[in-house]
């Protein structure tokens, strides 16, 4: 009767303890369903709208149609190449430099390789070079507020083709 009566004791006591750690368990799961939830909201993330410019060639012109970009600093920024030349041999891309003193060296290293974007730690972003007819992108983050060119790299257009970002 003794043993019987402890066993059953036992049991509801395996029970009881079991109904806490399942209640503590839930409790804690829905607690993080609910921070989760709040975090995925798109009323409480801050909005990082993406700021999208489409630059083209004047046809087959070495200039571009947009020569001025306007950004605030850290925004998500995206970049266009339009290429809209006609003639085979208008590549071009739109390149942008964080430190001007470089131009040169950057332009001079584009000539060296395919695609005309060299590995330069000067370049703060590059759609890539596009055929005619062809679109490149590139997506980057704004810099501290300055002014900082672009340009395209394809040999003998950095002259002429040439535009400012401006970080404000
Ligand atoms: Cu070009």
């Given at each position: 009767?003794?043993?019987?009566?402890?066993?059953?004791?036992?049991?509801?006591l395996g029970?009881?303890i079991?109904?806490?750690?399942?209640?503590?368990?839930?409790?804690?799961?829905?607690?993080?369903?609910?921070a989760s939830?709040?975090?995925s909201?798109?009323?409480?993330?801050?909005p990082?709208?993406?700021?999208?410019f489409?630059?083209?060639?004047?046809g087959?012109?070495?200039?571009?149609?947009?020569?001025?970009?306007?950004?605030?600093?850290g925004s998500?920024?995206?970049?266009?190449m339009?290429?809209?030349?006609?003639?085979?041999s208008?590549?071009?891309n739109?390149?942008i430099?964080?430190d001007?003193?470089?131009?040169?060296?950057?332009?001079?290293?584009?000539?060296?390789v395919?695609?005309?974007i060299p590995?330069?730690?000067?370049?703060?972003?590059?759609?890539?070079t596009?055929s005619?007819?062809a679109s490149?992108d590139?997506v980057?983050t704004?810099?501290?507020?300055g002014v900082?060119t672009?340009?395209?790299?394809?040999p003998?257009h950095a002259?002429?083709m040439?535009?400012?970002?401006i970080?404000?």
């Open positions: 009767m003794n043993i019987k009566n402890t066993a059953i004791s036992y049991i509801t029970i009881l079991g109904a806490v750690v399942l209640f503590m368990l839930f409790s804690l799961g829905s607690d993080d369903n609910e939830q709040k975090a909201s798109p009323f409480r993330r801050s990082t709208s993406m700021n999208v489409i630059v083209r060639p004047m087959n012109e070495l200039r571009f149609d947009v020569t001025e970009i306007r950004v605030k600093a998500q920024v995206k970049i266009i339009e290429n809209t030349a006609s003639i085979t208008m590549p071009h739109v390149t430099l964080k001007d003193t470089a131009l040169n060296r950057v332009i001079t290293a584009a000539t060296q395919p695609g005309y590995l330069d730690a000067a370049i703060l972003a590059s759609t890539g596009a005619p007819e490149t590139v980057f704004s810099p501290e507020p900082y672009y340009l395209c790299t394809v003998g002259n002429s040439r535009g400012v970002l970080v404000e």
